[in-house]
């Protein structure tokens, strides 16, 4: 599992970066409309929080459940005794446009990703981690609050890379279904695409759990960049940089004391591939 | 200027070329095959227009879901609408016997139809579902002349591209392009569930066109409008919900 650890020696400028260029360029475009779909989702949920199950639903009828908040439209019986404005118009438009924006990005990404083997070699799970053994292996470490190994800023554990897989064949092309089956045109040339979700009013429930999952991917996936390191994270990221750590691992540190930081390879490297690792006693 | 970066910047270079004529050609042939939304322009207009086109490639002639009699709600919700003004009062006192929908545009015989000569054209009910925005629906039967037969009684002009439509309300119109005009399923509505079209759902008439959103559905129609370019009405952008915010194209 910790194969592939490069040691300093080993790193040069000539290095593969840490993620494709193709990664990280699809990875932000990502990122923004997945914040435009989520603004855009929570208003448009906003003018009415209430959620049904089958073909139809509406205020006159029983809800499966209620968000409660109060609604940008006067008829929702929400309990609350005033009106949120109207965001619809300009969030329904960008609601669209990022989906447009991020199903070809997606396309794109994964023809590519088929193409070059980036899911063969990065996402899907090394033979010897494809056990249950290897996967609570992962947790353990995390409920335990260890830092992430060196080898997790060159590639990814099992557990990230389950869940990546998740997030990019499960989770997204769920939504996208769940979301092309809100669509009164796009149903009636392919009407199974709601049928078979249980009609309208589950595929908007599906929908909306389903944007919860991607949301609470969001928060754990960052949490966890800022744990294992933001700067060097985003920096791989953003610019592809290798580096191992760059900052301390602050809130373990609450519990295990401060780590030794020394540097590593400094001055055997060119200037802008400074790098830094954490003591991991 | 070495030799890796050169051929990087020729390969980038084609490549920014290749789209940007693609993107060109996909613009003249979605202009040409009417693919483009009358609210195109704006940061949201790349978005409108490939749901716009794509859908009108993929939904041309597509007939939007029926539903069986079982499936009627029994619990139709009807939207908040504004206070009626003096002119649909005055029509509601007189049981709207003196309601008229005129014909008017690129049209060859223009007409101003009673609710009666309405009722003579073949009628058409279909059980289909209204979707709001919102979030709601609910299904219901909804009976009436389709609206083709009204449009080609008029005799309709080739050149027609879109219909405008307008209820008795001020500043509430819209427009559908010819695929939803002519399509079966888009319907005069003067009935619902076996009766007449309540006030609340659009009575006395209601123009349904079930493959869009709630929306466009306008209430209490008063006439219709064949034209060949939607620049003329209201700011230019199809119809009043653009210049409030809202798309033209509801099919999403």
């Not at chain 1, 799970?125 to 609050?145: M, Q, S």
């Not at chain 2, 086109?53 to 619990?75: G, V, W």
């Not at chain 2, 005055?90 to 049209?107: C, I, K, N, P």
């Not at chain 2, 909804?142 to 001020?170: C, D, K, M, T």
Request: hydrophobic content about 45%.
């Amino acid at each position: 599992m910790l194969s592939g650890v490069p040691d300093a020696a080993s790193l040069r400028n000539s290095d593969p970066p840490r993620h494709a260029a193709f990664v990280r360029v699809t990875h932000w475009i990502t990122t923004i409309c997945f914040f435009a779909l989520l603004i855009s989702g929570a208003e448009i949920v906003i003018s009415h929080p209430r959620f049904y199950w089958g073909e139809t639903g509406n205020d006159l009828t029983t809800p499966l459940f209620k968000i409660p908040i109060p609604a940008s439209r006067n008829l929702v019986p929400t309990g609350y005794g005033y009106v949120l404005p109207d965001q619809n118009g300009w969030s329904r438009y960008l609601h669209f446009e990022a989906a447009w924006a991020v199903v070809l990005t997606g396309l794109v990404y994964t023809i590519w990703g088929l193409w070059t083997g980036h899911f063969r070699s990065n996402l899907f799970p090394a033979p010897a981690d494809r056990t249950w053994g290897a996967f609570w292996g992962v947790i353990a470490k995390h409920i335990r609050l260890q830092r992430p190994d060196q080898a997790e800023a060159f590639s990814y554990n099992v557990v990230q890379r389950a869940s990546y897989l998740i997030v990019i064949f499960i989770l997204f092309p769920l939504v996208i279904w769940t979301g092309l089956a809100l669509s009164p045109a796009f149903n009636s040339a392919v009407p199974a695409a709601v049928n078979v979700l249980g009609g309208r009013q589950s595929a908007r429930t599906l929908h909306f759990f389903l944007s919860a999952f991607l949301l609470l991917f969001l928060i754990v996936h960052v949490a966890m960049i800022v744990l294992a390191g933001f700067p060097s994270r985003m920096r791989a990221m953003i610019t592809g940089t290798r580096i191992i750590h760059y900052r301390r691992f602050v809130i373990p540190s609450l519990f295990f004391g401060r780590g030794n930081r020394f540097l590593l390879g400094r001055g055997s490297d060119s200037g802008d591939r400074q790098r830094t690792v954490e003591d991991r006693t | 200027m070495n030799k890796i970066s050169r051929r990087k910047f020729v390969t980038a270079g084609l490549a920014a070329t290749a789209g940007m004529s693609g993107v060109a050609v996909a613009a003249t042939l979605a202009k040409r095959y009417g693919l483009i939304p009358p609210d195109s322009g704006g940061i949201y207009g790349p978005g409108e227009t490939l749901t716009y086109a794509a859908q009108r490639l993929l939904t041309r002639h597509s007939l939007a879901r029926e539903f069986p009699r079982s499936m009627i709600s029994k619990a139709p919700f009807a939207n908040e609408i504004a206070p009626f003004n003096d002119a649909f009062k005055h029509h509601q006192s007189s049981g709207f016997a003196e309601w008229r929908l005129s014909v008017d545009g690129m049209v060859a015989r223009p007409a101003s139809l009673s609710m009666s000569d309405l009722r003579s054209f073949p009628v058409r009910n279909q059980i289909t579902e209204v979707v709001c925005e919102e979030g709601w629906s609910y299904i219901a039967e909804w009976i009436g002349a389709p609206l083709h037969e009204v449009l080609n009684a008029a005799g309709i002009l080739p050149q027609a591209r879109y219909v405008v439509y307008f209820s008795v309300e001020p500043d509430w119109w819209e427009s559908i392009d010819m695929a939803d005009a002519l399509h079966p399923q888009t319907l005069l509505t003067y009935a619902m569930n076996g009766g007449d079209l309540p006030v609340s759902f659009g009575g006395p008439l209601r123009l349904r066109v079930p493959r869009q959103l709630g929306y466009k559905s306008v209430k209490f129609i008063t006439r219709l409008t064949a034209t060949d370019s939607l620049k003329r009405f209201g700011k230019g952008l199809g119809s009043a919900s653009p210049e409030g915010g809202y798309a033209w194209y509801a099919g999403i």
